[in-house]
């Protein structure tokens, strides 16, 4: 079993700091919540997580302060950071916040581009990873052949489309965690500019209703405001 990718949210806000939170466990993550910079910093030192997100205004130490430190990091590898600030907050304000203004700035409210950011660092594409992307996947009674484009439950197969082979195949190589729409956008469809949410809603619809009619259960999940999941 793999184990998940650990996301540290640093943020003075609490409710914020849940809904990310929340979001990410929702997503497959492992989480651990601060409420201040000097609070991330000891949790970094007990468990370094695998990406931290940091809120632009901490009371004790500004999000880009923490990222410049977090980059840094003394001897050992640099810590992924992400910097992200409140709705209302307009960018050119930003850049008076710390001392690293070159650093892009995320939005706390658009959690789905959050979890998006996370997931580029460790995605897997054909591009990264092309043998574990050319590997046959068996979950269960479900099993997906990448190299005759094929999937069977029991031994029997599915009739499924290229593009709904193609969109299951990711969320399955990717499995440990959800895949944003804006994710499979780009590993499905090319980061096409055409395809628009109610493509995906329609394609999603018809492979669950060839799966569910194979398994009996629910084979892609939807985990609301972020993407989908295969459960297997």
């Not at 996301?7 to 979001?23: H, K, S, Y």
């Not at 492992?30 to 997100?53: F, H, K, M, N, Y």
């Not at 050992?76 to 892009?104: K, Y």
């Not at 096409?192 to 060839?210: A, E, N, W």
Request: hydrophobic share 40%; proline share 4%.
């Amino acid at each position: 079993m793999l184990v998940p990718k650990h996301v540290l949210v640093a943020e003075r806000d609490e409710q914020t700091r849940a809904l990310v939170a929340g979001a990410f466990r929702a997503s497959g993550y492992a989480t651990t919540e601060a409420a201040t910079g000097r609070d991330a910093l000891r949790s970094i030192q007990a468990e370094r997580p695998d990406v931290v997100i940091v809120g632009l205004t901490l009371p004790d130490i500004g999000g880009r302060d923490l990222a410049r430190i977090l980059a840094s990091n003394g001897d050992h590898e640099p810590i992924r950071t992400i910097v992200a600030a409140e709705a209302g907050t307009p960018i050119e304000e930003t850049a008076q916040q710390g001392v690293a203004p070159e650093m892009s700035i995320a939005r706390w409210n658009h959690v789905d581009v959050l979890v998006t950011l996370v997931n580029e660092m460790f995605d897997v594409s054909e591009g990264r990873d092309p043998e574990r992307f050319r590997t046959t996947i068996t979950c269960g009674d479900v099993t997906i052949d990448p190299s005759s484009t094929t999937v069977e439950v029991n031994g029997v197969p599915v009739d499924l489309t290229k593009k709904e082979f193609q969109f299951l195949h990711v969320l399955a190589v990717n499995q440990e965690r959800t895949c944003t729409r804006e994710e499979l956008r780009r590993l499905v469809w090319g980061g096409s500019t055409d395809v628009i949410g109610r493509t995906v809603d329609v394609l999603v619809s018809r492979l669950r209703s060839k799966l569910t009619a194979a398994t009996g259960r629910e084979v892609v999940s939807t985990v609301r405001g972020i993407g989908y999941r295969f459960i297997g």
